[in-house]
């Protein structure tokens, strides 16, 4: 009877120890912390870096501050608030882009609201040798009137073509009034890929050769993808190229894209993957997102990057994408699954960005800057091999379930080398 209790003790032991494993599921098991806790900027929506350790903030206003994330050390670099209109919620200094060869040239290019008339201004600057660039030194590359003040888009961009590209917006108002979603003669709508390499006052930029509706009558020939609400960020993926646009929503879906040359995304034929305010619509030549969510998760997209930080491993080559409203964050693979919600946080994603290797952080409306707690798990960030593959085990894991498992097997073990001992004590004892 003894030794039965003694059993049943080693086995509750046993499979206490089963229970405390750690749970093998494949949810990144990521975190989101406040990246410098003692930095405030105004109104920021987006982050950059210009091929060094520098953080570029954009505040909303019209200034950019420069940022070196060792010291947290801040100052102004350009402030252009004497030319930017920041009267409505969606406008502003929007957009920031250091040319490919910034090192040598000094330029850097921005996205600007301005005001009478109503209109985004692309425009570059030019910083002295490792210095700041003076605001005088302005050459607007482009300027598009706007009808509304809201849908401006604002997400400028270079690819890894060296061609910069620029997210423009339907023009406002709702539901795309005047069709400039579905018009290719107007660059509202659009996404543009222009070739600013050789700028100059006379010839602002180049359309190049290879562009899809440069033979397309009726056309503009800057427009390299179209059928867009409002794409609220867009990037390219540092590994593979592939262009990742999130486009702001009306009243119901919110959108992932991969844009690819010429495509026609839909809008105002459609909103996400349903025929806009119609049961039926033709939705022939449309590019359909990848991934869409209704406003019971939020209300505006804002679009991110596919991870190749250090930071969080299990993210690596996930997008990463927020809506502004909910805090909700996701991603979603190029493979085309699910989206998965990684965190959900109490504070305005304006924003994604990422600095010279690669490293996420969150953009906060508020003011802050968020980033990816560090995972315990991953290899030393100053160690030459960083890469970790999504795929792969987690080694710590595998090696406490591993320990637990011992333990649990010299409990059981022990429990029934004392039950034996009691046992042959008792035959003992009881030998006259
Ligand atoms: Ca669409």
Redesign the pocket.
Known sequence: MRLLAAFALAAFAAIAVIAASPNQTDDPAVSIELAFPNLFFDQPVFLTHAGGDTLYVVEQRGAIQAMDPGTGHVEEYLNITDRVNHGGSEEGLLGLAFAPGFADSGHLFVYYSAALPRRSVIARFTASAGGRPAPSTEMVVLEVEQPFRNHNGGMIAFGPDGMLYVGLGDGGSGGDPKGNGQNRSTLLGSILRIDVSASTTGEPYRVPADNPFVSTPGARPEIWAY???NPWRFSFDSESGALWLA?VGQNALE?I?VVVRGAN???NT???RHCFERPKCDQSGLT??VAQYTHDFGCSVTGGYEYHGARAPSLEGAYVYADFCSGRVWTVRADMAEPIQIAQEDFRVSSFGVDVNDELYLVSLNGRLFRFAADPDAPDPTATALVTPASTPRVSDDGAAITLWVIGLIVVLAIGVLCLALRLSFLFESVP
């Open positions: 059928g867009l609400r486009d959108e894209n995304y839909g809008w459609m909103e996400g359909l997102p």
